[in-house]
């Protein structure tokens, strides 16, 4: 049974009682009101999907009605009824917002039709609403969106860490967001008000990147006129953030050890030691436990750092997420491109749930905002989306482990392995797997709805 009520408005009671009787015969539920401003009245008690008025009525008739429900921003779809010698301002209603109008007398058949589309225009209207709201809430680590589990964890971790001193490591793949993170941390933290310091150890050469730590005296070597403040002295009261910590080399860990434990640290030809207050953040896109095995990352700088570990998902390990993190791109380009794009086209939503997106969140973004700056049309279109850097990423192979999944979770895998080789072409797709449209349709719905994931090619 539907959820959302319908009501009915009309001084004529025969109709208002003639209306409820069939739609409850129907299955929906039906509310009355004698005019248009008890209606009002019961429209502020309670939400309705679809409110059913008459274009005539004392006091405040149908139009006036939809013109209250449209300057409150209330999702309720309008359907008027009219006369047939009313039909041109009915006709002017739906270009104010109604969702459409019935000629009296009433036939049932299309009276059933347009209640049925109207609930559903109502129903996607309610859905995309509770996105932006869940949009809004879940953004409240600046960039940092998501609904999966995962990230949930994520968020949690970071309110319970932000108002400590402890040392944080961040791990994860590139383009899974690591610095913003790192930043929600800071301006969570007592430290909000001071700066945050970040500095790649992977972008400089070992002699430089120490410099750039630790900074030096004037005359400390050939060039150096005057003396320079490192990232250590520039932070000195907020946040540092050393991104791909483990790309540094081993000499300079040891220094980095030393400073992190005594707070102080000389620059480099001074014999001074400064004191500083620094929360530090590190992070890697490094499986940690080889890199440990390697040598490329000291174990005893990993412990100091890993007080509090944050590992980051990828994106398509939380494929739930995708179409929150597409939305929220798209609204935020859309505006600051000046472009009045309302969503996105089926076609581009099953392409971006198929796809597997090796470049996590970063290349979605980069994706969305390539598409917003395309896209010549009120919607994001598979061709708006579909860039040939995201094509050469299409997986040609699938392996399966045998024993370990089932073969609805295999079936699901190879929905979403072919959609996403094919770009999202749905009749392509159907026809490589040997299936009919609707049929992938709802396999790719179910797979998406359960969460499966596209895995690496082996």
């Not at 597997?356 to 919607?379: D, M, T, Y």
């Amino acid at each position: 049974m539907p959820e959302a009520r319908i009501l009915v408005v009309d001084d004529e009671r025969a109709i208002t009682e003639g209306l409820r009787a069939v739609l409850q015969g129907d299955g929906y539920e039906v509310d009355t009101a004698p005019n248009g401003l008890r209606a009002w009245q019961q429209l502020q008690e309670r939400e309705y999907g679809l409110v059913l008025a008459d274009l005539r009525m004392p006091g405040l008739d149908g139009v006036e009605l939809l013109a209250r429900l449209r300057a409150a921003d209330r999702p309720t779809e309008v359907v008027i009824i009219t006369g047939a010698g009313s039909v041109e301002s009915a006709v002017q209603a739906t270009k104010m917002g109604a969702y459409d109008y019935l000629e009296k007398p009433l036939q049932l058949e299309r009276l059933r039709v347009v209640v049925s589309r109207a609930l559903e225009a109502y129903a996607l209207k309610r859905e995309n609403r509770q996105l932006e709201e869940r949009l809004a809430n879940l953004s409240r680590y600046g960039e940092l969106v998501g609904a999966s589990e995962a990230m949930r964890r994520v968020f949690e971790t970071i309110e319970a860490v932000a108002p400590t001193n402890a040392s944080v490591l961040i791990v994860g793949e590139s383009g899974t967001g690591k610095e913003l993170v790192a930043r929600a941390i800071h301006e969570r933290s007592h430290r909000r008000d001071g700066p945050f310091v970040a500095i790649n150890c992977a972008a400089f050469p070992r002699e430089i990147l120490e410099n750039e730590l630790f900074g030096h005296e004037k005359g400390a070597f050939t060039g150096a006129l005057q003396e320079k403040p490192g990232c250590f002295e520039l932070a000195h009261g907020g946040t540092l953030f050393l991104d791909e910590v483990a790309e540094m080399a081993p000499d300079v860990q040891v220094k980095l050890l030393r400073a992190l434990e005594q707070r102080s640290f000389r620059r480099l030809g001074g014999k001074r030691e400064i004191q500083v207050d620094i929360r530090v953040v590190a992070a890697t896109n490094k499986d940690v436990r080889a890199a440990l095995e390697k040598g490329e990352l000291r174990e005893d700088l990993y412990h100091r750092l890993a007080v509090i570990p944050i590992v980051l998902p990828p994106l398509r390990e939380r494929q739930g997420d995708v179409r929150l993190l597409a939305e929220y791109f798209l609204k935020r380009f859309a505006k600051e491109n000046g472009k009045a794009i309302r969503g996105f086209h089926e076609g581009a939503l099953e392409f971006l749930h198929a796809y597997r997106w090796p470049g996590n969140v970063r290349e979605l973004k980069n994706a969305i905002e390539r598409a917003v700056i395309l896209a010549r049309g009120p919607e994001i279109t598979l061709e708006d989306l579909r860039g040939p850097e995201l094509m050469a990423e299409a997986v040609r192979e699938l392996r399966l482990p045998i024993g370990q999944i089932t073969a609805d979770e295999a079936e699901r895998r190879l929905v979403l392995h072919t959609v996403a080789l094919v770009g999202g072409d749905l009749t392509r797709a159907a026809r490589l797997l040997g299936k009919d449209v609707r049929w992938l349709r709802r396999r790719l719905d179910e797979a998406v709805r359960g969460g499966a994931t596209v895995p690496e090619p082996a």
